[in-house]
């Protein structure tokens, strides 16, 4: 199944067109090299908000990467939103570099939609490279959170986090809706981090330093 859209997110348009308008202003007035690093900065923008198309895969016991970028951590965590249980968390670091848009693991339909403000310490750091104590504040990052529930009663969390340049976390997923596997439902705008929260039983299928693809890869398989 292929999801087509623009080949540029939305969110993206007005950075785009700032960066764009100013370059020109600049080579008009004759600033040739601040309408290069306009210029540039306008093409790095469509960079980071494109919206490459993505052949999802027709496995319903599969569980997709909800974002582009490297798994940093694979655990056994508390999910403390909903679930209020030890769940088999997957952490997916995105860099500044990464598409930003985020995609749903599974289908399925959304049951709640938590935004929980906190701090911006750096979120996406690799594993082997985080020192505890930064982990540990890294947590207590602004995040959203979202609650999906698959249709034979599974319940997943996707959690959005902010960090020290991603301060802007954009989710359309409200309750009630209805999702299929790979649909984008949001953004982190310039990196940071995403945890996917999964039933413990579920099949791992990726490891620690792997890169994913939003929409494409299969991170987990569901278990019984």
């Known amino acids: 199944m292929m999801i087509r859209r623009a080949p540029v997110a939305s969110e993206g348009f007005v950075y785009i067109g700032i960066f764009a308008l100013l370059a020109w202003a600049a080579a008009i007035i004759g600033f040739t090299v601040l ?20 052949t999802i895969p027709n496995e319903p016991d599969a569980y997709l990467s909800p974002a582009d970028g490297v798994i940093i951590f694979v655990e056994d965590s508390y ?28 289908t399925g339909k959304v ?18 490279l985080y020192p505890e104590n930064m982990k540990k504040k890294s947590d207590d990052n602004e995040r959203l959170s979202t609650l999906i529930e698959t249709p034979d009663g599974k319940q997943i969390v996707v959690s959005q986090i902010a960090g020290f340049l991603a ?58």
């Not at 309408?35 to 993505?54: G, M, Q, T």
């Not at 679930?83 to 995105?94: A, G, H």
């Not at 596997?181 to 995403?194: A, L, M, T």
Request: hydrophobic share 45%; proline share 4%.
């Open 35 to 54: 309408s290069f690093i306009l210029a540039l900065l306008a093409i790095l923008n469509v960079l980071f908000f494109r919206d490459p198309k993505r």
């Open 79 to 106: 999910e403390r939103d909903f679930l209020n249980s030890n769940e088999l968390k997957i952490s997916i670091s995105l860099a500044v570099y990464d598409c930003h848009i985020n995609r749903m693991p599974t």
């Open 111 to 128: 049951v709640a939609a938590k935004y929980t403000h906190g701090s911006f310490h750096i979120a996406n750091m690799p594993g082997w």
């Open 167 to 224: 301060r802007r976390i954009v989710s359309y997923a409200e309750p009630e809706m209805e999702f299929k596997s790979g649909e984008r439902f949001g953004i982190i705008k310039f990196g940071s981090r995403v945890d996917l929260y999964l039933p413990e039983g579920s099949l791992l299928d990726v490891k620690v330093g792997q890169r994913v693809w939003a929409g494409e890869t299969i991170v987990a398989r569901m278990g019984n």
